[in-house]
């Protein structure tokens, strides 16, 4: 799969806020670097298993976002 042979995970988090001023403090620092924001928790509620994943994240066990950059 190209996704995962471009792209690594380099920052979770579960504030969408705090997740963003890191994106756009990255983007300065390395302005070639590519970003991608996945929102685990809406992926993850798309399941069947849904109360095992509410479980998961409200016991702190699961990050929301995930940001994958390029290298």
Same mark, same amino acid.
């Given at each position: 799969?190209? /996704? %995962? ?7 979770? +988090? ?17 302005? %070639? ?10 992926? %993850?509620?798309?399941? %069947? ?7 998961? /994240?409200? +016991? +702190? ?7 994958? +950059?390029?290298?």
């Amino acid at each position: 799969m190209a /996704f %995962k042979d471009n792209y690594y995970l380099v920052r979770t +988090g579960n504030s969408l806020t705090d997740i963003k001023k890191w994106i756009s403090w990255a983007k300065k620092t390395s302005p %070639k670097q590519r970003f991608i924001l996945v929102n685990n928790y809406a992926l %993850k509620m798309k399941t %069947k298993d849904k109360e095992y994943w509410k479980s998961r /994240f409200n +016991g +702190g066990l699961e990050d929301k976002y995930y940001v994958y +950059g390029s290298y």
